[in-house]
């Protein structure tokens, strides 16, 4: 039973369109991040956030942008999608001062870029 | 930094075979150490963690035991299934990360029936 939930599942879209990928907790966690999984399966952080207002990048450079109006809800935009976006993308919260709880993620958003 | 080895895959077993999938960690002070698997199509799940040293985890017949002084946290299973087929993943959450999480890279289990 998830208690984290990505928007669409899967999406295919052309070049120069801007889309945006969808995470909303029910779990009232503070903080949330966002992963991009390449076809390697290793998971990139690129971006992250501690609370509402609060937004950091990641270790991995992104064109994407995210915002934290609400606790809940932790949108990732591309303004302009490219094929080289094409990925998988999880989102994911935690409980602030309980990293050893770990992270709840999502099922993730499947993306592909022609 | 905060850094996680883990064994390359793939990795395929016969059904009922016995399951280690090596992880060593780089960390200073006393990190929170986990496994997350994820199968076809989906995210990650929790599936064993040990907060401390000597620690085992345990879920659905994988075991993991924290060894501070090897700093590593393999991943066991006696007797797999064709349903342990999946990605699985180590993980870590050192002291003073702020609760960000270090994944290894990932290891793709196959069972074959």
Not at chain 2, 63 to 76: I, N
Request: contains cysteine; proline residues 4%; negative net charge.
């Amino acid at each position: 039973e998830a208690d984290i939930y990505q928007t669409p599942r899967y999406l295919v879209i052309g070049t120069g369109k801007k889309i945006t990928l969808e995470c909303s907790q029910t779990m009232g966690h503070d903080k949330m991040y966002w992963y991009q999984q390449d076809p390697g399966m290793e998971l990139h952080l690129i971006h992250y956030s501690y609370g509402v207002n609060s937004t950091e990048k990641g270790d991995l450079s992104s064109e994407s942008t995210v915002s934290r109006i609400r606790t809940e809800h932790f949108p990732l935009t591309l303004e302009s999608a490219r094929p080289s976006h094409t990925s998988q993308y999880l989102c994911a919260s935690s409980v602030p001062g309980q990293g050893n709880y770990g992270y709840t993620f999502g099922s993730g958003t499947r993306l592909t870029v022609v | 930094g905060d850094s996680v080895t883990q064994m390359e895959g793939p990795v395929t077993l016969s059904e009922e075979a016995f399951l280690t999938i090596n992880c060593t960690y780089t960390a200073t002070g006393y990190p929170s150490l986990f496994w997350y698997v994820q199968y076809p199509g989906e995210g990650l799940q929790l599936l064993l963690k040990a907060t401390k040293a000597d620690d085992k985890g345990s879920n659905k017949g994988f075991e993991a035991t924290y060894r501070k002084e090897t700093t590593s946290f393999h991943l066991e299973k006696g007797s797999v299934q064709v349903s342990d087929s999946a990605v699985y993943f180590c993980a870590l959450n050192g002291e003073d990360t702020g609760n960000q999480f270090y994944f290894g890279t990932g290891t793709s289990l196959t069972v074959i029936p």
